[in-house]
């Protein structure tokens, strides 16, 4: 839980889940060197992370996702069943992007990558500190978008690439279920087809989108972007 600290504000509780002693160790020394960061435990095992969650809640599980006894994924389904709420910075070298929207589904706020340097994680720690300073003041759908953009922040994003333009390209997806083209979406957004096709291939790479090659006229196929299907 959050701690009180008389005249420094609140003291943000971090449970440290790895299975590597040094690596484990090593995490632990950078989150307490992030002002406002206290970690309340260091555990070896999914097993041990729930029971020490069942006595001591924390605010935030720096979680690594391949554990000896069981995946990291199995851990945050049990905090969820068992409504703990913290919230959770999964820590892997995985870059499987199936692996990443199942733990977007989870709930897991944001995705390390090993291996990281301390500045990484500091900045994912800030971001996740002003999303819980932000969080208890939103009350539009402008302050929601706010608090939501301190967790992803700028850098998230691809340079050159900007988020609301991401987000037309996502609703031109949404408004063709079978399919649309670059070309098509330059011309509705008042972009250029390279610029279009350049955030389309990102959603793609993000599993938000998939390539449809579409056949009928003479040479090659005209490739079309759409969301994919639930199965």
Do not use: W
């Amino acid at each position: 839980m959050t701690v009180s600290v008389p005249g420094s504000g609140s003291i943000i509780s971090v449970l440290v889940v790895e299975d590597e002693e040094i690596t484990a160790e090593a995490n632990r020394i950078y989150v307490e060197r992030v002002p406002g960061f206290a970690v309340a435990g260091v555990v070896r095992s999914g097993g041990e992370a729930l029971r020490f969650l069942r006595g001591r809640p924390v605010d935030l599980i720096l979680l690594d996702l391949y554990l000896p006894d069981m995946h990291g994924l199995e851990v945050c389904r049990a905090v969820r069943a068992g409504g703990l709420m913290c919230d959770v910075i999964a820590v892997t070298s995985a870059r499987d992007l199936a692996m990443v929207r199942s733990a977007v589904s989870l709930g897991i706020s944001q995705y390390l990558l090993k291996p990281f340097t301390y500045a990484t994680l500091a900045e994912k720690l800030t971001r996740y500190a002003r999303f819980k300073e932000e969080a208890g003041l939103a009350v539009g759908q402008g302050d929601v978008d706010r608090v939501l953009g301190a967790l992803r922040g700028p850098s998230e994003l691809p340079k050159g690439m900007a988020s609301d333009t991401l987000g037309t390209v996502a609703a031109q997806l949404r408004e063709h279920p079978r399919g649309v083209g670059a070309q098509a979406v330059a011309d509705a957004i008042g972009v250029s087809r390279v610029t279009a096709r350049r955030y389309l291939e990102y959603l793609v790479e993000l599993g938000v989108a998939a390539r449809v090659p579409q056949y009928g006229g003479v040479g090659r196929p005209e490739l079309l972007y759409r969301i994919p299907m639930e199965s």
